[in-house]
């Protein structure tokens, strides 16, 4: 019998549910590397992505489907007590170096780290940001990776320059200095990054209809470019997969029938994943930026569509305006064929489901809220939303 490679994955959250950019970037990368490679995960939590004990007991459980090993989420300190997080700032004003590496100490994660390096011994390390540079001096001596999705060091020196306050400007931009100093120190090294244009993000409660009309405009772009350039990228988790890991339960057995519709015949491309209002920024009415999800793949268009309305429109203060307004927008550069616009109501009912089954899984409230609200709105007015 032939043993796998083993790798040991340090992460500064906890990446279930895939909910939002840094947790859905995450938890695909993990899927990912599951495929070739036995994966051991030490995680921090975070209080805004877990707030509670059995948030993170359903993350655990839901990731140790997925992966070999799943240590205990260790809390970030400073996040818990304010009188660590001054103390943090003042060892990284006192030493010189960065308030990260005082942030993430915590013997919960060190013991944590310990315990998955005798239980899975690794061939390779790998990091999911500069921010868990803290644990090299703990780790075996084998290879290193580490990713990362912005530039730490300009990220902090683009916000210094927002701030009013000369005192914390002045404190931003010498933090800057300090990350800037420690990415150079780390050697030869490769990786990729987003550029993050300037903006906001919009609450879809607040959003205006232009709003709602560009992100549909956005999306359909991308589906042109896609359409252009093919590829073939399988998601990294299909919705018929996640249907199977759902926790029994009346909620699951009426999540489940929607997962596993197949809109496989529809017309493919390539698919952002989640274009919802945490993968955009804007600028007045103008989106300025489009962030990745995480989940790019190849995959139906009107599911991708789908995906996108429901996360801008559920939450909306006026659901059916709303997604007609995304649709529009969408259908003002592509136009859905009539096979697409027959899946409609299914995509989005799909769409919907994925989204309860995460929150199902991570023991998070209504689960169904979403599911409910497009089977609230029919089939009927959501086919005329499409023209």
């Given at each position: 019998m032939t043993t796998r490679p083993r790798v040991l994955f340090l992460s500064q959250c906890l990446p279930y549910p895939p909910d939002s950019g840094v947790t859905s970037r995450t938890f695909h990368i993990l899927c990912e590397?599951?495929?070739?490679?036995?994966?051991?995960?030490?995680?921090?939590?975070?209080v805004n992505h877990q707030p509670d004990?059995?948030?993170?007991?359903?993350?655990?459980?839901?990731?140790?489907?997925?992966?070999?090993?799943?240590?205990?989420?260790?809390?970030?300190p400073g996040e818990h007590r304010r009188v660590r997080r001054v103390w943090d700032h003042l060892r990284s004003l006192a030493t010189g170096r960065p308030y990260t590496e005082y942030q993430y100490d915590s013997g919960t994660f060190a013991a944590g780290l310990q315990a998955a390096i005798r239980a899975c011994p690794?061939?390779?390390?790998?990091?999911?940001?500069?921010?868990?540079?803290?644990?090299?001096?703990?780790?075996?001596?084998?290879?290193?990776?580490?990713?990362?999705?912005?530039?730490?060091?300009?990220?902090?020196?683009?916000?210094?320059?927002?701030?009013?306050?000369?005192?914390?400007?002045?404190y931003m931009t010498l933090q800057a200095g300090r990350v800037a100093r420690?990415?150079?120190?780390?050697?030869?090294?490769?990786?990729?990054?987003?550029?993050?244009?300037?903006?906001e993000p919009v609450d879809p409660a607040k959003a205006t209809t232009p709003q709602f009309l560009e992100i549909g405009r956005l999306l359909a772009r991308l589906h042109q470019i896609g359409e252009a350039h093919p590829a073939s990228v399988p998601p990294a988790l299909s919705c018929a997969e996640l249907a199977a890991r759902l926790p029994p339960g009346a909620e699951a057995e009426r999540l489940q029938p929607a997962l596993r519709v197949d809109l496989s015949s529809l017309p493919s491309g390539a698919a952002h994943g989640s274009l919802g209002p945490r993968q955009a920024l804007y600028i007045g009415d103008r989106c300025s930026a489009v962030l990745p999800s995480g989940e790019a793949?190849?995959?139906?268009?009107?599911?991708?569509?789908?995906?996108?309305?429901?996360?801008?429109?559920?939450?909306?203060?006026?659901?059916?305006?709303?997604?007609?307004?995304?649709?529009?927008?969408?259908?003002?550069?592509?136009?859905?064929?009539?096979?697409?616009?027959?899946?409609?109501?299914?995509?989005?009912?799909?769409?919907?489901?994925?989204?309860?089954?995460?929150?199902?899984?991570?023991?998070?409230?209504?689960p169904l809220a979403a599911l409910s609200a497009i089977e609230a709105l029919g089939e009927k007015e959501l086919r005329a939303a499409a023209g």
């Open positions: 590397l599951q495929l070739e490679f036995d994966v051991a995960l030490v995680p921090y939590f975070r004990r059995a948030a993170r007991d359903a993350a655990c459980e839901a990731l140790r489907r997925v992966l070999t090993y799943v240590a205990d989420p260790a809390p970030i690794p061939d390779l390390v790998h990091l999911d940001s500069l921010d868990m540079y803290r644990w090299l001096p703990d780790l075996p001596s084998v290879p290193v990776a580490c990713t990362h999705h912005d530039i730490d060091s300009e990220l902090l020196r683009l916000r210094a320059q927002h701030l009013r306050s000369p005192l914390l400007r002045g420690l990415e150079r120190e780390g050697g030869h090294a490769g990786g990729s990054c987003y550029a993050l244009g300037s903006g793949h190849s995959g139906p268009l009107v599911l991708d569509l789908a995906r996108a309305a429901c996360a801008w429109a559920m939450p909306a203060a006026e659901q059916l305006p709303a997604l007609r307004a995304v649709l529009s927008g969408y259908q003002a550069l592509r136009r859905l064929d009539p096979e697409e616009r027959d899946a409609l109501y299914p995509a989005l009912r799909r769409a919907a489901a994925r989204e309860g089954a995460y929150l199902l899984a991570a023991g998070r409230p209504d």
